[in-house]
């Protein structure tokens, strides 16, 4: 495992060696450890294109599993962001000390690299975005170039370490003359991630200094360069009996602040009860104090979660006996933030059980941490005071709707249509402070709330649902504080009226209230009733799809288009998506990923023209509704973002009944 800022290093050297190849035409397709080898001088020689073809065109299914792209799992042709996602795998690997995905047969590995989300959570927060746009699943996700990737590398580099951070990585790579010899570093990670043999073709074998020929033809065996990369070490690395030390002539920096999942799992000695819990813990910081009171509250939910449990089933000890039922306690934690300043975890609890089977024994819970003091946040950490008043939930309410499937319910009464719940926890029958009722998290886009229906209010098959409301439309409620600490600029109330008193009335004693549709930044379809997030700067022009209602949104300066559309169809996801690839291809394109999901499906490539495409469709049993972007590439870069914002704030609306 390196320090950042080494395999930082490691992961630019072997991009400036695939820009080359990328410049040329040339995908090498078989990028790994064992393939990039750096003298001790800093020479860095990317060997073995025994398995290169042409960009765009196709070659043996072959490569070294670990480090497979899904594009190549799947047979299609070979694209230089083929090589970035392999790159990228090897970068996650320096970080972490292993490979991204292990499996123990080819068919579940495969599953992992084309499905399974990246596991972040053991890599520094700084380095998730990097990662996940090098190794996302869709090439068209990715730098279309190694080249384009170097950019990014550098700017997350500096921003978070500096900008002496090449050369701090270089200190900690150096190494003894003992230690080297001609050429070597990256091949002492191959044992970690490529003991299965190589999918199809063979790889060429290298030796030290000596160029491969490899087993394909037309592609040049080696391109070597004077790079700044580097060999894979961090204090000393073993490998092989090898054992490779840092330079002494710089005292080590105190350690980092740095997160851990663990996992509590037994069963009581005198219930029915086996558990299987999962929590973060922090190790490093210079403040023992500190790091024991963000433990403490990361550990916390789990202990309070097993207690209850078993509370409960001694409550029922009889019909456990009975049944000869057991309660099953499972919690899974997940980093959604983590700055310098803040950490952000959502814990999932679940429960197995016949006898305590009622759907409000599972549910999600936060915990927000000060990492400078160890504290928890709580509201008055996180909202302005004047939001934390009953006029003040109510604007709370009126953003979160939008965001919502189906808007707040209302408890229906004896006469009139009764009354709409909120947010706010003060209306419960209980009464109390005036705060969410919600458990509330920070992500990088916005605050996640999730809401149990039933808390509110609503009747209990309302279920439970998560919602993210970006940091744009919550930034007037925060505390300029907290906005500090997730790393967002500062949001001053709109006007002269503070958030509790702003335009934002309250919740219609008579109707329910419509989503912003007058917000510049959202558009909600009156036929159908899917909501969308337009970025700033796209203007509006109507579209009409056979038997459907839509929108399409142009940014004339970026050449991009969105549109959002319904449509009365009872057409399967799996129809939908066979008819979108079709089409695709129809037109001249080229479809490089899909995928349907049941109930929604995604599809991605080039058109004929060249340009991206992206479109995500949902259908239901009488309609569906969809979006879909198209951009050129050169502007990939700066779509990115507002193109995953978009995506994920999309709600289809209703899809059950036609419009």
């Not at 996940?132 to 170097?150: C, L």
């Not at 690395?237 to 002539?249: K, R």
């Not at 300066?557 to 009365?568: H, K, S, Y």
């Not at 499906?601 to 004929?608: E, M, N, R």
Request: with cysteine.
């Amino acid at each position: 495992m390196l320090a950042p800022e080494s395999a930082l290093a490691v992961l630019k050297g072997s991009l400036l060696g695939l820009a080359d190849a990328h410049a040329a035409g040339v995908v090498h397709r078989d990028y790994k450890p064992g393939n990039v080898l750096v003298s001790r001088e800093g020479e860095s020689k990317l060997v073995d294109f025994g398995l290169a073809t042409l960009d765009g065109h196709h070659g043996l299914t072959a490569g070294s599993p670990s480090y497979l792209a899904p594009e190549q799992w799947s047979g299609q042709p070979g694209l230089p962001a083929t090589d970035v996602y392999a790159a990228t795998c090897v970068f996650f690997q320096c970080v972490t000390g292993d490979v991204p995905f292990r499996a123990d047969t080819a068919d579940g590995l495969r599953a992992l690299h084309q499905a399974a989300p990246v596991p972040l959570d053991a890599v520094p927060e700084a380095l998730r975005a990097l990662i996940s746009r090098g190794m996302a699943k869709d090439p068209a996700w990715r730098p279309a170039t190694a080249d384009a990737f170097v950019t990014e590398l550098e700017t997350v580099a500096r921003k978070a370490y500096g900008r002496n951070w090449e050369k701090r990585g270089w200190k900690r790579l150096a190494t003894s003359a003992a230690a080297l010899t001609a050429l070597t570093p990256l091949a002492l990670l191959a044992g970690a991630g490529t003991a299965a043999a190589p999918v199809g073709a063979g790889t060429a074998a290298v030796a030290a200094g000596v160029p491969a020929t490899g087993t394909g033809a037309g592609a040049t065996a080696v391109l070597a360069g004077k790079i700044a990369a580097s060999v894979l070490i961090v204090g000393a690395l073993v490998a092989g009996g090898v054992a490779i030390f840092g330079n002494h002539d710089e005292p080590p920096a105190p350690a980092a602040l740095t997160v851990s999942l663990q996992t509590l799992s037994g069963h009581d000695q005198a219930l029915p009860v086996t558990y299987d819990l999962q929590f973060p813990q922090v190790s490093g910081g210079s403040d023992p104090a500190v790091r024991q009171r963000l433990n403490d509250a990361l550990r916390a939910p789990v202990d309070k979660r097993l207690k209850t449990i078993r509370d409960g089933v001694s409550g029922y000890r009889d019909r456990f006996q009975e049944t000869g039922d057991t309660a099953a306690v499972h919690s899974t934690a997940r980093i959604l933030l983590q700055t310098p300043s803040v950490l952000s975890v959502r814990y999932h609890h679940d429960l197995d059980s016949s006898v305590l089977s009622h759907s409000t024994w599972r549910f999600p819970e936060t915990v927000n941490a000060d990492l400078g003091t160890g504290q928890v946040l709580g509201p008055k950490d996180v909202f302005r005071p004047e939001v934390l008043t009953a006029a003040g939930m109510t604007t709370l309410t009126r953003r979160l709707e939008p965001h919502t499937k189906n808007g707040f319910c209302r408890v229906p009464e004896v006469d009139g249509e009764g009354r709409q719940v909120g947010i706010d926890a003060a209306d419960r029958g209980a009464g109390g402070d005036h705060v969410p009722g919600a458990a509330f998290g920070f992500t990088g886009t916005g605050v996640q709330f999730d809401i149990l229906w039933y808390d509110l209010g609503c009747d209990t098959a309302s279920g439970q649902e998560t919602v993210t409301v970006p940091y744009g439309e919550l930034g007037d409620l925060l505390l300029p504080k907290l906005l500090a600490m997730v790393g967002r600029p500062a949001s001053a109330p709109s006007g002269s009226q503070s958030p509790a008193s702003s335009s934002l009335a309250p919740p219609s004693s008579s109707a329910p209230a419509p989503p912003h549709s007058g917000d510049p930044t959202t558009y909600t379809n009156a036929r159908f009733g899917f909501t969308a997030r337009i970025p700033e700067g796209y203007l509006p022009v109507p579209c009409a799809p056979a038997n459907g209602d839509g929108m399409t949104f142009t940014n004339a300066d970026l050449d991009a288009t969105l549109t959002v559309w319904g449509g009365n169809s009872d057409q399967s996801s799996a129809r939908a998506l066979a008819a979108a690839v079709a089409q695709a291809e129809a037109d001249g394109g080229r479809v490089t990923y899909r995928k349907d999901e049941g109930d929604q499906y995604s599809v991605s490539g080039y058109q004929g023209d060249g340009k991206i495409f992206y479109e995500r469709g949902f259908t239901g049993s009488a309609s569906m509704a969809a979006l879909r972007w198209v951009y050129p590439r050169e502007h990939k870069a700066e779509l990115d973002a507002p193109v995953s914002t978009t995506l994920e704030a999309f709600r289809p609306g209703d899809l059950s009944q036609p419009h």
